[in-house]
């Protein structure tokens, strides 16, 4: 982490507490237990105001999950209360 901008590689494990499976010809469901296993990188520069933050992520394992890569960009704007 810098003063400018931070960079971070991340993997987080998501699971429910209960549930049942999706079987082979139904729909997801709210109530199916769905696990899953990311891992990814993270990136935010923000020299001043304004700034820019990235997100990628990989599923590599999970349970009535699908195996995907997500992105994300967002746009930063800090608010000086202080003034």
Not at 31 to 42: D, E
Request: aromatic content about 10%.
């Amino acid at each position: 982490m810098r003063k400018g901008w931070q960079t971070e590689v991340w993997a987080e494990h998501v699971a429910c507490l209960s549930g049942d499976n999706i079987r082979r010809n139904d729909m997801p469901f709210l109530t199916n237990n769905m696990q899953a296993t990311s891992v990814g990188w993270y990136a935010k520069v923000q020299p001043h105001n304004i700034g820019v933050n990235a997100r990628i992520g990989y599923v590599v394992d999970g349970q009535n999950v699908g195996q995907s890569t997500s992105y994300t960009v967002g746009l930063l704007y800090q608010i000086n209360f202080k003034k």
